[in-house]
């Protein structure tokens, strides 16, 4: 196994590079998150070995199993899934980024739990932009309303925007999903608040995402392989 996931981190960065390329953007312009949910710390640490220090993470419970287990690392803990108010203190605690605010309320808990020892805790505005009832995520037009309330949070620092467009081949509805969000930072920048991440595109999805300016892309399967639920 270790073999492979080395190779197929060599194999998304390839991706990545190409994608910079042919969107026109610099190289290392788009960050690796390599999601590791459902996949043991043993694969975190050959990924880890490879060359990649941030990961991704959607559960909590899982999260700190693998910080207690990985403890030794330098890694760069990413929350990526929905996270219930009942739920933010081991975030809090534990986390580097917090992708997945999509409530002032959970950013409000994340800021009263973040530890003052620790730097503030990266936070990105989670935006539904499929409009699916299904999707977790702020309406896009409540997302400068609650961008301004976060910003003026303590202990955090408001870097972005993250979605999760609809599940579908048509490259050109996902593209017009990844501009809407790219749309929605360029407005947010017009009132004074400038955010430096774009956190969208998967393994399917990459280049297109790339393609409207993702500043993260969130890779699971194409590293790990597929998931196997328990």
């Known amino acids: 196994m270790t073999e492979s996931i080395t190779l197929a981190l060599q194999h998304v960065r390839q991706r990545l590079a190409d994608a910079e390329r042919a969107a026109g953007r610099p190289a290392g312009s788009a960050q ?6 459902t996949f ?17 993470e959607n559960y909590v419970q ?7 287990e ?12 929905p996270l219930q108010s009942n739920k933010t203190r081991p975030v809090a605690e534990l986390a580097h980024w917090v992708h997945s605010v999509e409530r002032l309320k959970i ?17 990105c ?12 995520g702020c309406a896009p037009e409540q997302a400068l309303e609650l961008a301004r309330a ?21 490259a050109a509805r996902l593209a017009a999903q990844f501009a809407l969000l790219s ?12 955010l430096d991440t774009l956190s969208m595109g998967m393994s399917a999805d990459l280049a297109v995402a790339v393609a409207e300016g993702a500043t993260m892309v969130r890779i699971g399967t194409a590293i790990f392989g597929a998931r196997h639920y328990h």
């Open 32 to 37: 690796l998150l390599a999601v590791s949910k």
């Open 40 to 56: 043991p710390a043993a694969d975190v640490q050959q990924a880890y070995l490879a060359g990649q220090r941030a990961f991704g």
């Open 62 to 68: 899982e999260l700190q199993q693998k910080c207690a």
């Open 70 to 81: 990985l403890a030794a690392l330098d890694i760069e803990w990413h929350f990526i899934g």
């Open 107 to 123: 950013a409000e808990r994340l800021s009263a739990q973040r530890p003052e020892a620790l730097p503030p805790l990266n936070v």
């Open 125 to 136: 505005i989670q935006v539904n932009v499929s409009g699916e009832a299904s999707k977790s």
């Open 150 to 170: 976060v910003a003026a949070l303590p202990r955090l620092a408001l870097r972005g925007l993250m979605c999760i467009p609809e599940p579908t081949e048509d």
């Open 183 to 194: 749309r929605l930072q360029q407005q947010l920048a017009a009132e004074g608040l400038a």
